[in-house]
């Protein structure tokens, strides 16, 4: 557990999956990739789905749900997800936390792999997870989620997303005062309206970078994935991002990392590097 301004901060586990490490590495070749992380025998690199849970008293905002348990099995397949024992309801029991707990949920984008737990589907009827909660998107990124382009379309699922707007439980997050002590950052190059939140603290604010930065190995500015659908823009928002991470001794907040949960990071000869790395919090 972290604490950052008026906030508890925990990162959850929300459960396991595995993507392409082409797809994953984009332009860098597998020999140096390769390095860092194993691949199975069908090129498949594992990723965790780490969310954030952050606690100022009786309000409970969690940041982004998961993969969830509606994926059709042959997606399942595909993308070799596990998530019996780590998930988000037993991420959230651990903690003494019920799903009737949480007041707000905000969805950094709605990819599967982090919108996938907002709705729970019994019988074929959609009901929100977090009854009591009131979910947030950049409108941006809900307008490009419901007429997504050609290349991203696989990871944009309506049925994650469009009976809870339909019932008025998804809303818009356009105030940044909304929740406060809390900065609201919205770029592009992933996915136009992505959404990462800083957690204001005079000593070590914490930066839930989404998948403008999915894992550590994605530190240095090439190092970027072949889902982000605005490479260029990307990079831009990177390199303003991570010197605040600098400047300001950011603590960063990884998605997917496998391993590593959190990270500082510094000025490196070429590109940023990361400076202190912790597989624990
Ligand atoms: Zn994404």
Redesign the pocket.
């Known amino acids: 557990m972290l604490l950052a301004g008026q906030y508890k901060v925990n990162i959850l586990n929300t459960g396991w999956f595995a993507m392409d490490g082409g797809a994953v590495f984009g332009v860098i070749p597998k020999v140096l990739w390769n390095k860092h992380v194993d691949c199975d025998n069908k090129n498949r690199v594992q990723m965790s789905c780490n969310c954030l849970l952050l606690e100022k008293g009786s309000q409970k905002i969690l940041i982004d749900t998961g993969i969830g348990t509606n994926l059709q099995e042959k997606l399942k397949k595909i993308y070799k997800v596990e998530n019996d024992i780590d998930n988000l309801n037993n991420s959230l029991s651990n903690l003494g936390i019920t799903k009737n707990d949480i007041t707000d949920v905000i969805i950094t984008?709605l990819?599967f792999?982090?919108s996938g737990g907002m709705i729970t589907y019994h019988d074929g009827i959609s009901r929100p997870t977090f009854p009591n909660a009131n979910y947030y998107v950049s409108k941006k990124n809900y307008n490009w989620a419901i007429d997504p382009c050609k290349i991203d379309l696989a990871?944009y699922m309506k049925r994650n997303f469009l009976p809870l707007f339909q019932s008025g439980k998804l809303q818009f997050l356009s105030d940044q005062n909304k929740f406060e002590g809390i900065e609201i950052i919205q770029s592009n190059g992933?996915?136009p309206g992505?959404i990462s939140i800083v957690i204001q603290d005079l000593k070590q604010p914490i930066f839930y970078c989404?998948?403008m930065i999915p894992s550590s190995f994605h530190i240095p500015t090439p190092w970027i994935s072949s889902?982000d659908l605005f490479p260029l823009a990307l990079i831009k928002e990177k390199d303003k991002f991570l010197q605040r991470a600098v400047e300001e001794n950011w603590l960063i907040v990884f998605p997917h990392d496998p391993k590593n949960k959190a990270a500082t990071i510094d000025y490196g000869s070429k590109y940023f590097r990361l400076k202190e790395v912790f597989t624990t919090i």
């Open positions: 984008h990819h792999d982090h990871s992933h996915t992505l989404s998948d889902f």
